[in-house]
């Protein structure tokens, strides 16, 4: 070989070194004719990367969003062309909104055959543009490598978020050039590069937290992603400050700790998470978006209150309430300046943090124990949140759809220790969920239980991926909660619409003998006394489980949601 020689690879072998160099050691995704070169390179190349054959391109996409929550590295998904493009996208999008940066790879019809009708064409790049941080077509595989690089570059640094890249039938067989392959090793994980705060501005913050009486503060995502953990826990003890959280938030401090608050807002909150927020007189947002599931459509908490905003998306700052101190920054990195400086303050005024969440959450019991001791059928859903929190390890992690479980996990299972051990969809909120993001929790953290919490309605979306768990013999536990409709739907209809219950109910499915078609051990629970030696069983069984609980209809029951209640 001269010295004007290079050694060349495909486009097809290239992608997958790009990964492997990525640090990528697991792939969820479906093939497909544009796929084939890629399936080829990834049958022949000894890159270490795990790729598992979904169902569904959509339940592709949630497992790679899971796997990235759980791992802190980003979650790679690929699928095929046409519907292959358009069914990934639900994912895509949950990601992007949720700040988890996912790569979808779609593959395409070669740029040769673009205009002249060929089966499956489509714009993807059009398609994912609004959907996603960043996304290209890999038109030139000469690019290829470089553009790989920028879509890791993209997905885990500023606010985190998802990347698309189009990759055609032609550039997969095209060559490229091996010295192309490198990494930049801080794109590996998530968040990368972290943007200090302002020292002006943590002064400024501290000023007002150091002063105020009654402070405290809700976290949103943003702490959980950035392992703000021991921090927010410092700054929680200095001032003796209450720390709520919103449902994605929730991990950001243990919620057996003595100052959490628990959840608000209008999936979770109850009535004293709601007053402990009105009572305050400064209100800091971490990580947080102030949507309007969180402050319950701006009116929790009131405009009257000082507000102080950490985020590291400028964007988010002040766009539902006045702020008066931003903090455009990291979480971590923040909350620890945050904390130096109040440290070095003699006289700081004490938030009653821990007479503040105790009241709140004996409250919260008060309502929600004699529920959970019930023995009336149908199962009351506390019954079931009540038997978990007994049966499951701290460091079990619970994936739930965002209908029935969703209220109930948040208001009422009480997280032991602070991390990612609770995932629900809360950005788009789409069914089908839990039991795809299961597969990405497990793959990513296989030493621990994970557990899938799902309606009747979801399971209906998503049912087809127990034979991915069943082969790849993933010890995984499904709940589903059945009560025969579209619980939510019908509560609304229920509270809002004079109950007028129009095309929300569907027949009962033994989901039992749906699961063991596919071949998981499964339970039909109907009577509350035997709900808690069945999911014993299922929870210390070696292999995938599912225990069908059939529940007390949602539109019925005393759910956390503030909109049906009277």
Known sequence: MTAHQTNRMTGAEAMVRMLQTHGVTHMFGLCGDTTLPFYDALARLDHGISHILTRDERHAAYMADAYARVTGKPGICEGPSGGGATYILPGVVEANESSIPILAITTDVATTSRGRYPLTELDQVALYRPLTKWNTSLDDA??????????????????????????????????????????????????????????????????????????????????????????????????????????????????????????????????????????????????????????????SPTRDKTIIHIDSDPMVIGANYSTSVAICADARLALDALVRELERRSAIAGSNGVRRASAAWAAKLDAFMPLAESSKAPIRPERVIATLMRLLDDDAIVVADPGTPCPY??????????????????????????????????????????????GDGSFGFCCGEYETIVRHRMPITSIVFSNASFGWIKAGQNAGFGKRF?????????????????????????????????????????????????????????????????
């Not at 885990?156 to 189009?166: C, E, Q, S, V």
């Open 409 to 454: 996990f948040s208001a009422h299972y009480r997280w032991r220790q602070a991390g990612r051990n609770f995932i629900t969809n809360r950005a788009h909120g789409a069914l089908g969920y839990a039991l795809a993001a299961s597969v990405g929790a497990h793959a990513g953290r296989p030493g621990v239980k994970t557990v899938a919490a799902m």
């Open 142 to 299: 000469s690019r290829l490598p470089a553009m790989v690089r920028t879509a890791f570059r993209a997905m885990t640094t500023g606010r985190p978020g998802a990347a698309h890249l189009a990759l055609p039938f032609d550039t997969q067989k095209a060559p490229v050039d091996e010295a192309e392959i490198w990494a930049d090793e801080r794109h590996r994980t998530f968040p990368a590069e972290r943007a200090a705060p302002d020292p002006d501005a943590i002064l400024a913050a501290a000023d007002i937290l150091a002063g105020a009486g009654s402070a405290v503060a809700i976290c949103g995502g943003g702490p959980v992603i950035a392992g703000a953990f021991d921090e927010l826990k410092r700054l929680s003890e200095l001032l003796d400050l209450p720390i709520a959280t919103t449902v994605s938030g929730q991990g950001a401090i243990a919620e057996t700790d003595a100052r959490a608050l628990g959840v608000v807002g209008s999936n979770g909150g109850v009535p004293s998470t709601r007053a402990a927020i009105d009572a305050a007189d400064v209100v800091l947002f971490v990580g947080c978006r102030a949507g309007s599931v969180t402050t319950e459509r701006w009116r």
């Open 502 to 566: 129009y095309n929300v109910d569907f027949n009962r499915t033994d989901h039992a003998a749906v699961a063991s078609a596919f071949g998981v051990k499964a339970w039909r629970v109907e009577d509350p006394d035997a709900l808690e030696n069945v999911l014993r069983k299922a929870l210390a069984h070696d292999g995938p489980t599912l225990v069908d609980v059939i529940t007390q209809p949602l539109h019925e029951a005393a759910a956390p949601v503030s909109e049906w209640v009277a």
